[in-house]
């Protein structure tokens, strides 16, 4: 029997210090154009009596962005290696630039099997950028830079343990980068989880198995827990929930996990609600085979909502945060929802089925109304709703809709900040026109003219309780060819936007 429990290995420990350990393997130091060095570089250049101001003047593209050299040390003071990193202009190294830098520099690393790095990249300046949240940003970027994914094949040999990076502090900045390394591990950990949620296959992430993943985070973090089976949603009357799962022998779930971290233990609670459709076929309106595969990943909202509350109880953020997962698997079989069928959703309001491939939002709504109880502060859903967001955005940007200015405004700064960007769309109550059913309350697509908006307009139906965002993550949770797996997108967003909630 295949065993394994999402989000459970080890990630990269990252702590604030200085100077180099004694015991370091390798120590990561940038240098930009025309040899001019980094604090950090000056010193090791120190140290090794030369060696980095001697790299730069025989390769004088070592400073350009994108550049890695390795260089061993054979001086008595230092370390024995250092992965020297280009980094440009001085004046104009950005977030998006450093990010790259230590994604380059962790790649060279690995290949050192370095068990402790000494790293001074977070001592770059960015403007608008403390030296927490700059600390926080690389300690995120090194440990999503040795995820990796073999849950599901054969172990022939010991995985190798994975290094300590100390990231550069002084006197003065020491409790600032110890926080931000801090931030930017639990950040990392939760996308770890989402991204291993997102490439288990079908058959063992089932909505069964997020119901005892999201145990496993209730009990590790002392979080409130409530799991509604089949019997639970038909008396509450979420119907349009328990038709997408008819056809699937795999019973659907309706997961409730809640942080209660602010002081006022009363405090209206932010609510995130995340698709959770652990294998979509499209049912009755089948999907072509042609990578049918993928839509394992159709339960990623699921999974980063599952990973920023990780992230969040990790970092003890002093906030209220409830997390809501529905779950099913959409399945074709002589009982499933066929074109043409209508159904109540909890609210009341009928839903005529006219593709049973536009099942996302047909679980989302149910959800959206049980959420009414927690009075929230904000509710964002996240989804992998629309193949029409892709065709919009690509996979660059999630899309972001909402009917409140200050909410799409904090999602937009906490994406710009965290490098996990959203896009705001429209939401004009002219394309409701297109959801109109001659025979329900409303029709569960539009057409294909603006097949995102008219998605997140259906939403919108259910949300009129309270402050509410959409983010449809369909073109950036996961990328395919070769490189195929999920990305942990959009937990640092949402991880962000929760940071300066708890302000």
């Not at 060095?37 to 004088?60: H, N, V």
């Not at 630039?97 to 068990?115: D, P, Y």
């Not at 403007?127 to 172990?155: G, H």
Request: glycine share 8%; net charge neutral; proline share 5%.
């Amino acid at each position: 029997m295949f065993s394994f429990k999402a989000g459970s290995g080890d990630h990269v420990e990252v702590v604030a210090g200085n100077p180099i350990p004694k015991d370091c393997d390798v120590a990561v130091v940038g240098v930009y154009l025309d040899g001019d060095l980094s604090a950090a570089a000056k010193r090791a250049d120190i140290d090794t009596e030369g060696l980095i101001a001697g790299a730069c003047k025989t390769d004088p593209a070592l400073g350009k962005k994108g550049t890695v050299r390795t260089l061993f040390n054979s001086k008595k003071a230092g370390a024995p290696v250092y992965v020297v990193v280009g980094l440009d202009e001085k004046d104009k190294v950005n977030a998006k630039l450093l990010r790259k830098a230590t994604q380059n520099a962790c790649k060279e690393v690995k290949g050192l099997k370095a068990k402790q790095v000494f790293f001074a990249l977070n001592q770059e300046q960015i403007a608008k950028q403390n030296e927490r949240d700059i600390a926080a940003l690389c300690a995120r970027t090194v440990v999503e830079s040795f995820y990796s994914f073999s849950a599901c094949k054969k172990q022939d040999e010991e995985t190798p343990a994975l290094p300590t990076f100390h990231f550069a502090s002084t006197k003065s900045t020491h409790a600032d980068v110890a926080a931000g390394c801090a931030m930017g591990v639990a950040t990392g950990a939760g996308m770890q989880l989402t991204k291993d949620l997102g490439n288990l296959p079908g058959n063992i992430c089932t909505p069964t198995y997020l119901a005892e993943t999201a145990k496993a985070l209730s009990k590790t973090y002392k979080l409130g827990l409530e799991i509604l089976d089949t019997k639970k949603m038909e008396a509450l009357g979420m119907f349009s929930l328990l038709s997408v799962a008819k056809g699937s022998v795999e019973p659907p779930k309706l997961i409730v996990l809640k942080y209660m971290g602010a002081k006022d233990p009363k405090a209206a609670p932010f609510v995130l609600v995340g698709k959770g459709i652990t294998f979509d076929t499209g049912g009755i309106s089948l999907k072509p085979g042609a990578a049918m595969d993928e839509m394992k990943y159709d339960m990623c909202g699921a999974a980063s909502v599952l990973g920023t509350m990780r992230a969040v109880a990790e970092m003890k953020l002093p906030i209220n945060l409830i997390v809501v997962v529905p779950s099913a698997e959409n399945m074709p079989a002589g009982n499933a929802s066929k074109p043409g069928d209508i159904v109540v959703s909890m609210s009341g309001q009928t839903i005529e089925i006219l593709n049973t491939d536009a099942e996302g939002r047909l679980i989302l709504c149910d959800a959206l109304t049980y959420v009414e109880r927690f009075k929230p502060a904000a509710v964002v859903d996240v989804a992998t709703l629309t193949g029409a967001c892709i065709v919009a955005l690509g996979h660059v940007n999630s899309g972001m809709y909402s009917p409140d200015d200050e909410l799409a405004e904090s999602l937009q700064k906490a994406g710009q900040k965290s490098l996990d960007t959203v896009w705001r769309m429209p939401l004009d109550e002219e394309y409701h026109e297109q959801l109109k059913s001659n025979f329900a309350d409303m029709a569960n697509i539009g057409g294909p003219p603006a097949g995102s908006v008219t998605a997140a307009c259906f939403l919108q139906k259910y949300t009129k309780a309270y402050t509410w965002a959409h983010l449809d993550i369909a073109g950036t949770a996961w990328t395919s060819g070769a490189a195929k797996g999920a990305t942990g997108r959009p937990v640092p967003l949402l991880t962000e936007f929760l940071i300066g909630k708890a302000k």
